[in-house]
């Protein structure tokens, strides 16, 4: 006679073990997701990689500048004025290139903020993948990986710099930029120029590929300005370096940049400071930014400021740039240091 237990039947067992099962199953899962989840958030990028990718999206961008040019289907559109009132443009060259450059990085690091001076989603077809190949001309030079988390990290791409000089076929000053920030510093920067195929890149304590002149004139330096402002410019030129300065108009804060250091595809005006004293968008300095960066060189505000390349797209500060030169002694030799009443 059975006591007073409780009699189990074949099937109760069956059906407690599998819950049992269930229950363990489920907890087990939950555990190794959560592992797998910590794991991603600790991945890193490599800061080398991200120059050789970056060198590649520029490449491509410009691919696609050169294409839409010579093909003369540039499609021009106005995209509005400027706060100083200069008329905006944009063409299919931008747009091709923006869309090329930003699948390329956003296809290989997914997580990864990527700021463009255009906002297009329509997608490439045919656009291969990155091959995640360091080339050798960047191996022999960067030694070794850097590894940094990519939350610290803002890309800055300009897909065209100088459109309004494209749309007018002065070639020599249209480039392609990508910037690498690292929490706001300026570490990576490519200027790519696609009617020429030459790219400077350079990586802050990583190397480079293009070199600073061999002398500047620090005492009456020449300085490269904006086409489009050097009217305005002048008189805070000539009441910083005196009268008899010479100034340069050029197209495009990449080309600006290259104009202070040692590029081998062309010539170029042999500038010693580059000043620009209205609003300027970031994706159009970071990567010149980080070229001079790299090489000792300054890129701040009129005051002298670092630029940071996290959160906001517009740099109100103005610009000064120089390299092997005492740019604090620069920044103090600007008339007042307010470049709004030379606007
Ligand atoms: C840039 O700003 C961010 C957010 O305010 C800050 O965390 C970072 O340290 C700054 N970077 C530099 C280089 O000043
Ligand atoms: C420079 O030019 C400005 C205006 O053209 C004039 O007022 C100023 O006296 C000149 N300065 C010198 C040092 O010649």
């Given at each position: 006679?059975?006591?007073?237990?409780?009699?189990?039947?074949?099937?109760?067992?069956?059906?407690?073990?599998?819950?049992?099962?269930?229950?363990?199953?489920?907890?087990?899962?939950?555990?190794?997701?959560?592992?797998?989840?910590?794991?991603?958030?600790?991945?890193?990028v490599?800061?080398?990689e991200l120059l050789a990718l970056s060198v590649e999206a520029a490449v491509l961008g410009g691919r696609e500048v050169k294409r839409v040019?010579?093909?003369?289907?540039?499609?021009?559109?106005?995209?509005?004025?400027?706060?100083?009132?200069?008329?905006?443009?944009l063409t299919l060259g931008d747009l091709s290139s923006h869309r090329n450059m930003y699948q390329l990085i956003k296809t290989a690091f997914p997580s990864l903020q990527v700021n463009s001076e255009e906002h297009d989603n329509t997608r490439v077809e045919d656009l291969p993948a990155w091959d995640r190949r360091?080339?050798?001309?960047?191996?022999?030079?960067?030694?070794?990986?850097?590894?940094?988390?990519p939350?610290?990290i803002t890309v800055w791409i300009d897909p065209l710099d100088?459109?309004?000089?494209?749309?007018?076929?002065?070639?020599?000053?249209?480039t392609t930029m990508v910037c690498v920030?690292?929490?706001?510093?300026?570490?990576i920067?490519v200027?790519h120029?696609p009617?020429?195929?030459?790219t400077?890149?350079?990586?802050?304590?990583?190397?480079?590929?293009?070199?600073?002149?061999?002398?500047?004139?620090?005492?009456?330096?020449?300085?490269?300005?904006?086409?489009?402002?050097?009217?305005?410019?002048?008189?805070?030129?000539?009441?910083?370096?005196?009268?008899?300065?010479?100034?340069?108009?050029?197209?495009?804060?990449?080309?600006?940049?290259?104009?202070?250091?040692?590029?081998?595809?062309?010539?170029?005006?042999?500038?010693?400071?580059?000043?620009?004293?209205?609003?300027?968008?970031?994706w159009?300095?970071?990567a010149?930014?980080?070229?001079?960066?790299?090489?000792?060189?300054?890129?701040?505000?009129?005051?002298?400021?670092?630029?940071?390349?996290?959160?906001?797209?517009?740099?109100?500060?103005?610009?000064?740039?120089?390299?092997?030169?005492?740019?604090?002694?620069?920044?103090?030799?600007?008339?007042?240091?307010?470049?709004?009443?030379?606007?």
């Amino acid at each position: 006679m059975a006591p007073m237990g409780i009699r189990l039947s074949p099937l109760g067992v069956a059906v407690f073990c599998l819950l049992g099962v269930g229950i363990i199953y489920h907890l087990y899962s939950g555990v190794l997701s959560g592992r797998i989840a910590a794991f991603r958030q600790r991945e890193t990028v490599d800061l080398r990689e991200l120059l050789a990718l970056s060198v590649e999206a520029a490449v491509l961008g410009g691919r696609e500048v050169k294409r839409v040019r010579e093909d003369n289907a540039l499609e021009e559109k106005s995209k509005g004025e400027t706060k100083e009132g200069a008329k905006e443009k944009l063409t299919l060259g931008d747009l091709s290139s923006h869309r090329n450059m930003y699948q390329l990085i956003k296809t290989a690091f997914p997580s990864l903020q990527v700021n463009s001076e255009e906002h297009d989603n329509t997608r490439v077809e045919d656009l291969p993948a990155w091959d995640r190949r360091i080339p050798e001309e960047i191996a022999q030079v960067v030694g070794r990986s850097q590894e940094v988390l990519p939350e610290s990290i803002t890309v800055w791409i300009d897909p065209l710099d100088a459109t309004q000089e494209y749309t007018e076929n002065l070639r020599k000053y249209v480039t392609t930029m990508v910037c690498v920030a690292v929490n706001g510093a300026p570490v990576i920067g490519v200027i790519h120029k696609p009617f020429t195929g030459y790219t400077a890149w350079a990586m802050v304590d990583g190397g480079s590929n293009v070199k600073p002149r061999d002398s500047y004139n620090e005492k009456s330096p020449r300085v490269i300005v904006s086409r489009s402002h050097a009217g305005k410019v002048k008189g805070f030129v000539e009441a910083a370096f005196g009268n008899n300065t010479v100034i340069f108009p050029a197209g495009g804060a990449g080309y600006k940049v290259l104009a202070l250091l040692n590029p081998t595809d062309e010539k170029y005006e042999e500038a010693d400071v580059y000043l620009h004293i209205t609003y300027v968008k970031k994706w159009d300095i970071c990567a010149g930014n980080a070229i001079l960066r790299a090489l000792g060189g300054h890129m701040t505000t009129l005051k002298g400021e670092e630029i940071n390349y996290t959160g906001s797209e517009a740099n109100n500060g103005g610009l000064l740039a120089s390299i092997h030169m005492d740019h604090k002694a620069l920044v103090l030799r600007l008339p007042a240091r307010d470049a709004e009443k030379h606007r």
